[in-house]
């Protein structure tokens, strides 16, 4: 498990992109369309994902694992499934809420044919 990204959904991708980018410094990594910015965190190997697709969506970490229904399978009974492993481009995602309520999104790249 490897924490990838720190998710933060956004109305206003340009106003967001233009406080990290452009007032504290954070380095653009690359970006899906017109919705979705990843940035590097300074001093740490982790990005920041800047995405407008669903601005409601809670914040939080992205975790990285080989494989995301095993995880599901073996997961600690302290996390509660918020939505359950489902396909997204190049591989699955479910999302988690701690016991103190923070969410937690689990992802693989499973059908990812770049990933070696």
Do not use: C
Not at 38 to 61: C, F, I, K, R, S
Not at 91 to 112: C, E, H, K, R
């Amino acid at each position: 498990m490897k924490l990838e990204f720190l998710f933060v959904p956004t109305s206003d991708l340009k106003a967001s992109l233009a406080l990290y980018r452009d007032g504290l410094g954070f380095t653009e990594t690359w970006r899906e369309g017109d919705e979705t910015v990843a940035l590097a965190v300074p001093g740490t190997e982790v990005q920041l994902m800047l995405d407008a697709h669903d601005p409601d969506a809670p914040v939080g970490p992205l975790f990285i694992v080989d494989s995301v229904q095993d995880f599901h399978a073996a997961r600690p009974e302290t996390l509660t499934v918020v939505e359950a492993p489902s396909q997204i481009p190049g591989g699955f995602l479910a999302t988690y809420s701690d016991p103190g309520g923070a969410t937690i999104y689990v992802m693989d790249q499973s059908t990812d044919q770049n990933v070696s």
